[in-house]
């Protein structure tokens, strides 16, 4: 018998300790979108202006993110993408020169990641694209953020709150995001 | 508690008991000799779920111990209350140039190749991001469709962190006793070997090289500096060539067709384990076993239990000093006892198969059975084939035993059918002797230079052949090995070689068949492939022919050859480079070469002493499916997964039969000392069922001192137990002496783990009993359930697994585990029962524990639809989904384990530790990043691959399309090299694995459970001519 008491005495204190843990996480939840990113607005190595090149110059999201059809990740372009036409244009603002001295020394600039899912989360760009959701549903008015910052809290329940519309008729198992 | 009350309560639970459904006990088929014996010890672990819980002491000694846990809770504690607020700064890092090729989080598949110096094997790697994750089978080769265990684990080896990152310089002393290795230069290597080269007295000594630009390479450089080549491999296959020759005056390997073959002998060659070219012959002997009604029969005489032999319709236990009889007994039978073929007229020949009367009561075997594989061989003439080869025949006898067994083709008429002469890989041309010699050569001064790739002689030779001294009267000794390993120490130059996934190359798994190694990956070091190395010091000398100068890298070299070469012969008149690209994209060009029937020359045979069979125990030294010849292993999977047969893993032991071991009073675990002539080693024990009780086996491939820190001390080093006659390799036949030193040592072995309690798990039947009724020894129930199911209105996820075909070679536990990031424990966990392989395969004996046979299976997570787990899971951790997937929500999972307590099939494995913490940079790049990696404190199991589903569903409907049938792998189905495992949708009628649920033989694990897995099995079927599977009827009246 004594084995089993321990075993008991074992589990009733880790129930314990998953409780308070619980607890203290269900707390960030008390505090809406605190806990999660939402705002979220770090200071870029380059201070890329979405409004600039989205509203002002009319260039299409997908020309520098040209992966988001066909990937699960929208991809941050390539330096060459950029060089494409910053080898003509504003060659003389210091950020420009600081890009071009990187791209001709075949460096890379180290963006700062604003959305950011936990690793136990796949989100997939291409399928939500083909379903016609518009970058902004997720993303907010991009093309008018000087400085990108997080537009939604990116939490399981504002993810779900959309796969649950019936006119969406998207897939509510946990594999679905979860594997 | 009262009495009274423990006596209530006592009668409710058999009152409870009673209620539930019967149990069918099969008795028949066992885990290990406790289970069959019904040991109280095992049955008191088996009855448990878990062997150990996280409270134990000896985890302190690890520092995770229940304090430390704890500590590490309170501290989580305090950062989760404080924290909340932002997680850590992740950068993202643009190409600098896209690549064309590389969309991100999309995988690009290349075709290349993996040679382990027997086999060389197509493959599919996948590469994500310009980075290999994953090595995969090649489905649409001609040879293999699988990979074997050391062929997917060479991304291990690719990102061992103990890899040398450059060219190493040894500051020797006067007498080069020292290893202190400095880095150096390449240009400084290359001209001061250059400049030594041209002194003359060169030697290339190599592991076994395969293709034609590989071979051309070497070719070209020994005639530029009028170079000698030698070739050694610890797994020579010398025997094949040297019985080839002497009987039909060639000496190459011929190409074995077990997919022809309707009847197959095979003495001691473990052709699907570890000889020759298992991935292929397991193809081949699949392929002649898929339809019951016309699948070959497989006999095996065995002196060690092999995978073979675990796979054999009928098996004989035999001593190494009996193979020759075997044959002989064979032949006496069919050509002198029925005087058929051309040979019975023939006296000389008549004379020394006389020797083989009476081979059946030698043997132990009813004679009966003898005269019946005899009659099934000559009636299958021409349909037929005998094998024999490999460590466990190499005995004194090894040349004459190849002989006997090709003057039994020639009467079968299979040569020219299933034995194609001269059609095996021509690159197999390792030698022993040739290594000797070049000792001796050394030893005299008779080599100036010695340039060594692929090989480790200071592992393989024990200290008395002096290799040694030897290589310390050489001026100049260079090593291409990727570390400093038992050999490359003594070399003044250590190049470490490009992996084969960072390098150009080729391939000729069997004569009329070329492949390209293609690299999938740049040099992560500052590594070079050993061909450039040639190239390169031929250059600086300006000797040689110009392609070999004037080439810029290999690949130029590689392509070079290919076109004056390969493609005049395989082109088809295309032009090159459509031929290039296209040899690149199918991975293989060309057919095999098939040769026709040779004469046997009757004298070879006529010269054959047949001796006695030994009144002594022999030692038996083999290769395992796993270490091979232990030149890779410092890779963690390659420990973990469990002998296909003894199921041990981390170890290499000395495996005796059970009477021997009643006779000397040996319990498995004792160490024993073990003395073979002059040499002793001490070996702990496992009692092995289905033994001879005279031979003691033991695996080469161990005791590795300089691989790395995995393999490193793991098993002992057996190549010292070879002994040589003549040059000749003895492995098998000596004689050896044992002595108990009382001390024991725990042997990690997970088969007695995650034990089904006996009921009807395995189904097997006799062919005869097939024909009778398809479905024998299947009983079928009918439940009924309280719920009122599940709806799959899309797919419906299902998996078929063909016991027939399946071979237990393991290939598809390693697979899952690089798919599926699951770590690796260690053989102390091991122990304690805590391996997290999400798959495994149950290996159970039946009959009598003497000659038991033994039956595989493949154990997964049965994606039940009335999942037990799914309901005890308190906190939703575990649920269905709507394509009839049993999902694991790993961010859920708060650890208590009731789900796996509750799984009928103990295929839940739950992280005890942060297994993962402690991967070692770079190792962490095999992970595959489309799996979340678990932490602690987390129950996970297979999943069906749910990445897999989901990227190939989601890409049907990127492509506006209805998912094809079989677009979807999982990872065990890939690496499978028979092919019996089909997955695919249910709901679709016409799909592969719905035609294989509607077969007879598809049968459902505990049906009467109700469970309703997504999983079904087929039966087993034997092709021993016996009209019952199980001599006393059990199963109908058994019900406990």
Request: hydrophobic share 35%.
């Amino acid at each position: 018998m004594m084995p089993l008491k321990t075993s008991v005495r074992a589990t009733l204190g880790l129930a314990f300790l998953c409780l308070a843990f619980g607890v203290s996480l269900t707390g960030c939840k008390w505090q809406p979108g605190f806990g999660y990113n939402k705002g979220h607005s770090p200071e870029q190595p380059i201070p890329f202006d979405h409004k600039l090149h989205v509203s002002t110059n009319g260039i299409q999201c997908q020309y520098c993110h040209n992966q988001v059809e066909r990937s699960k990740h929208s991809n941050v372009p390539a330096l060459s993408t950029c060089m494409n036409c910053h080898m003509q244009v504003k060659t003389d603002s210091p950020h420009i020169q600081k890009l071009a001295e990187a791209y001709s020394k075949g460096e890379s600039i180290p963006w700062v990641r604003v959305h950011m899912l936990p690793d136990h989360v796949t989100f997939n760009h291409s399928a939500h694209i083909r379903r016609g959701v518009n970058c902004q549903t997720c993303h907010g008015q991009v093309e008018t953020m000087q400085k990108v910052y997080q537009n939604a809290d990116l939490s399981m329940g504002w993810c779900i709150n959309c796969h649950r519309q019936p006119e969406n008729n998207a897939p509510l198992n946990c594999t679905t995001c979860h594997h | 508690m009262s009495d009274t009350n423990h006596d209530h309560h006592d009668h409710d639970l058999e009152a409870k008991k009673a209620l539930r459904p019967k149990i069918e006990r099969d008795t028949n088929y066992w885990l290990s000799l406790e289970h069959y014996e019904q040991d109280p010890e095992f049955m008191k672990l088996a009855e448990q779920e878990f062997m150990s819980s996280p409270l134990r002491e000896g985890d302190a000694e690890d520092g995770v111990a229940r304090r430390d846990f704890l500590k590490l809770m309170g501290a989580s504690l305090a950062m989760a209350s404080a924290g909340c607020i932002r997680r850590p700064v992740q950068k993202i890092v643009p190409y600098n140039k896209q690549p064309e090729e590389v969309v991100l989080g999309v995988p690009n598949y290349y075709s290349s190749v993996h040679f382990d110096g027997s086999e060389a094997m197509a493959l599919l790697v996948k590469t994500r991001e310009g980075r290999p994750i994953k090595i995969e089978g090649h489905g649409d080769h001609s040879l293999n469709c699988g990979v074997s265990i050391k062929g997917q684990s060479s991304i291990l080896n690719l990102y061992d962190p103990e890899r040398l990152r450059g060219p190493r310089k040894n500051l020797f002393n006067e007498k080069r006793t020292n290893k202190d290795t400095i880095g150096t230069s390449w240009d400084a290597m290359d001209g001061e070997v250059s400049k030594q080269l041209q002194k003359g007295q060169a030697v290339v000594l190599t592991g076994a090289v395969t293709g034609p630009a590989n071979q051309a390479v070497i070719r070209d450089f020994c005639q530029a500096f009028n170079a000698r080549h030698v070739v050694f491999e610890p797994l020579s296959h010398e025997e094949i060539r040297q019985g080839q020759k002497a009987s039909y005056g060639d000496d190459s390997i011929p190409f074995y067709r077990f997919d022809k073959a309707k009847m197959i002998v095979s003495v001691d060659a473990d052709f699907l384990g570890a000889w020759l070219m298992p991935m292929t012959f397991s193809k081949q002997f699949s392929e002649g076993r898929k339809e019951p009604e016309t699948m070959s029969r497989l006999v095996v005489f065995d002196s060690n239990y092999s995978l073979t032999g675990a796979n054999a319709d009928i098996r004989v236990r035999i001593k190494p000093s009996q193979q020759l009889d075997v044959v002989l007994g064979l032949l006496h039978e069919i050509v002198v006892k029925k005087g058929r073929s051309s040979y019975a007229g023939n006296g000389s020949v008549k004379s020394v198969i006389e020797s083989g009367a009476g081979a059946a009561a030698r043997l132990g075997i009813e004679p009966a059975l003898l005269t019946q594989i005899a009659e099934d061989l000559w009636d299958k003439r021409g349909q037929s084939l005998v094998v024999a080869g490999g460590l466990p025949t190499l005995t004194s006898k090894a040349t004459e035993l190849q002989i006997a067994v090709n003057l039994l083709n020639s009467v079968l008429e299979n040569d020219g059918k299933t034995v194609e002469g001269r059609g095996g890989n021509p690159g197999l041309k390792g030698s022993w002797a040739d290594l000797l010699t070049l000792i001796k050569d050394m030893k005299e001064g008779k080599v100036k230079t010695l340039i060594m790739h692929n090989v480790n002689p200071g592992y393989v030779l024990s200290s008395e052949h002096g290799f040694s001294e030897a290589v310390r009267k050489v001026e100049m000794v260079v090593s291409t090995a990727d570390r400093v390993d038992e050999t490359a120490g003594e070399a003044h130059y250590i190049i470490p070689d490009n992996h084969a996934l960072e390098s150009w190359g080729d391939a000729e798994p069997v004569a009329g068949v070329v492949m390209i190694q293609q690299p999938t990956i740049r040099p992560m070091y500052e590594t070079r492939a050993f061909q450039t190395a040639l190239m390169n010091w031929a250059r600086l000398a300006e000797v040689g022919p110009a392609r070999l100068r004037n080439s810029e890298t290999f690949y130029d070299y590689v392509r070079t050859v290919w076109r004056e070469e390969v493609a005049p012969k395989y082109g088809r008149g295309m032009g090159f480079e459509a031929f290039w690209s296209e040899a690149l994209q199918k991975g293989f060009v060309g057919t095999p070469n098939s040769a026709g029937a040779r004469s046997f020359r009757a004298d070879s045979f006529s010269s054959i002493k047949p001796g006695k069979a030994s009144d002594f125990t022999e030692l038996v030294l083999y290769p395992t499916v796993t270490m091979g010849d232990g030149s890779a292993t410092n890779a963690s999977w390659l420990h973990e997964i469990p002998d296909p047969v003894t199921k041990i893993t981390w170890d290499n032991y000395a495996s005796v039969s059970i009477g021997f071991a009643k006779k000397h009073n040996l319990k498995a675990n004792d160490v024993i000392e073990i003395t073979v002539g002059d040499k002793k080693i001490d070996l702990p024990v496992n009692v092995q069922p289905g033994l001879h009780d005279e031979v003691l086996t033991v695996a080469i491939g161990y005791g590795r001192t300089h691989a790395g820190k995995i393999a490193n001390g793991v098993g002992r080093n057996l190549y010292p137990f070879l002994s040589f006659v003549n040059g000749q390799a003895i492995a098998a036949g000596a004689k050896v002496e044992i002595k108990k030193t009382g001390r024991k040592e725990s042997l990690a072995n997970p088969q007695g783990h995650h034990s089904m309690e006996g009921r009807q798990i395995v189904v097997e039947a006799t062919l005869k009993e097939y024909q009778k009724k398809k479905d024998a020894n299947i009983h079928r129930h009918h439940a009924w359930s309280l719920w009122s199911g599940h709806q799959y209105n899309g797919h419906k996820w299902g998996m078929a697994i063909d016991l027939n075909s399946c071979t237990g070679c393991n290939a598809c536990v390693v697979s899952c585990q690089s798919e599926n990031n699951i770590p690796v424990v260690g053989k102390k966990y091991v122990l304690q029962g805590r391996e997290m392989h999400w798959l495994r395969i149950d290996r159970y004996y039946v009959g009598t524990p003497e000659n038991a046979e033994t039956v595989f299976q493949p154990m997964l997570c049965q994606h039940c639809d009335n999942a037990p787990c799914e309901t005890v899971c308190p906190v939703l951790a575990t649920v269905h989904t709507d394509d009839g997937l049993n999902a694991m929500v790993y961010n859920r999972c708060v650890g208590t384990r009731y789900c796996s307590n509750n799984c009928p099939y103990k295929v839940r494995r739950f992280n005890w530790f942060n297994y993962t913490k402690d991967i070692e940079k770079p190792l962490n790049m095999a992970l595959n990043p489309e799996v979340t990696v678990r932490t602690r404190g987390v129950m996970e199991k297979c999943t069906f691959c749910v990445q897999r589903i989901k990227a190939g569903v989601n890409q049907a409907k990127q492509e506006n399309r209805p998912l094809k049938d079989g677009e979807i792998k999982t990872a065990c189905q890939t690496a499978c090299p028979s092919g019996g495992i089909v997955f695919g949708d249910m709901n679709d009628p016409n799909s592969e694995v719905s035609k294989m649920f509607k077969k007879e033989r598809a049968y459902l694990l505990l049906e009467e459970w109700n469970a309703a897995p997504a999983v079904r099995y087929l039966t087993k079927i034997r092709n021993n001519g016996k009209d019952a599977r199980h001599e006393k009827a059990h199963g109908e009246g058994e019900h406990a």
